[in-house]
């Protein structure tokens, strides 16, 4: 099965499951109007095929965390990408903070989750000075953006429902997941001891059984089942659908950096119309945004770029013109792919006074 043979049924489930990550299969059954056998079917061929990953998501403004930042950076090719690779797992691909991670032969960008920007300048240091022995940063330091949560907007934190919706020219789903009301409660919640290693083994091992997860931390199955319910239902975990994109046939990724103009910064309902089905990814500041888009085609990618430079040259809204990288599927090295577990670990065996006195239900 390839992205040219998926049938229509395979292509609504598949952006259902995006949509609506939460529910049971018989749910979805009914959501999307498909035979609850034959849903359950697809879905296991798509699974099988590596169509889609689900992920635990551990909502970092309930750990602890307070910032988002994005660093980008090009580099001049004098070092094959696979000893850049090398070099950069080794000394800066190891710091728990960053999850998501990608290199092209003159290029790179990363995202991370922090508990404060201390952590975050440290990384871009190392980054820096590693980068500048190696003779790559003849022309520029890396580019380097935050979004402290309190302050900023993630408007889609990789929800791919619009995104596969309009792939499959499908009528899109009500999502379930409200991306900007995800990280914008800063209020931390202590675990205990128990609490620490079920919600750790959870994020590690997304698609576990509660059976599993007891096994593994010595807890019964009715104990991870109770604790994983009201980690949910307190808003402490989220799950994401990760869709195989070079599977589906996209070609392009890219990464655009917008400094908007500080006579005349964009409203709400300006930053929505940025907010295209292409969109996976959207955080602004005041003054500034990032966004990662994907397409099937170049040609794609050119008509919807320029579509938002037009927006924003005729809205006077850009201080300079955006920044715009491209990645195409076939060349780009995904270093750390959505990877969190280090992050979660590392919070939670900090100091618990850090956090509120504020327990989560007593689940055992």
Do not use: W
């Amino acid at each position: 099965m390839n992205h040219h043979t998926l049938t229509k049924n395979e292509k609504k489930v598949l952006s259902g499951i995006c949509a609506h990550p939460h529910v049971t299969d018989s749910e979805l059954s009914s959501i999307l109007q498909v035979k609850l056998s034959t849903l359950t079917s697809i879905k296991r061929r798509l699974t099988a095929e590596g169509y889609y990953r689900p992920l635990i998501f551990p909502l970092p403004n309930r750990l602890g965390c307070e910032l988002l930042a994005v660093i980008y950076m090009q580099f001049n090719p004098v070092i094959p990408l696979n000893q850049r690779m090398e070099t950069t797992k080794r000394t800066i691909e190891v710091f728990d903070e960053i999850f998501f991670s990608v290199g092209e032969e003159e290029k790179g960008f990363s995202i991370s989750l922090s508990q404060n920007y201390t952590n975050i300048g440290r990384i871009n240091e190392i980054r820096t000075e590693t980068f500048g022995k190696l003779g790559l940063l003849e022309k520029e330091y890396p580019h380097e953006i935050i979004f402290p949560f309190e302050t900023s907007h993630i408007h889609r934190f990789f929800d791919f429902s619009p995104f596969l919706s309009h792939l499959y020219n499908l009528p899109e789903e009500p999502t379930l997941l409200k991306t900007p009301e995800l990280f914008r409660n800063t209020h931390t919640t202590e675990f205990s001891p128990k609490e620490k290693k079920v919600y750790s083994a959870l994020v590690e091992h997304p698609t576990a059984t509660t059976q599993q997860i007891g096994d593994q931390v010595g807890l019964s199955r009715h104990t991870v089942a109770r604790m994983k319910k009201n980690f949910f239902e307190e808003g402490l975990l989220q799950t994401l659908i990760l869709p195989n994109l070079k599977s589906l046939g996209i070609e392009i990724l890219t990464i655009t950096h917008i400094r908007f103009n500080l006579n005349n910064a964009p409203n709400t309902q300006q930053l929505s119309i940025l907010n295209t089905p292409s969109t996976i990814f959207f955080a602004s500041r005041k003054f500034e945004a990032v966004l990662l888009s994907a397409y099937p085609t170049f040609q794609d990618y050119k008509e919807d770029e320029m579509n938002k430079i037009k927006y924003l040259k005729e809205h006077n809204l850009f201080s300079q013109p955006p920044f715009i990288s491209t990645y195409t599927f076939d060349r780009m090295q995904v270093i750390k792919d959505f990877d969190f577990s280090p992050l979660v670990r590392k919070v939670l065996s900090n100091n618990p006074s850090v956090f509120e006195r504020r327990k989560i239900h007593n689940t055992i």
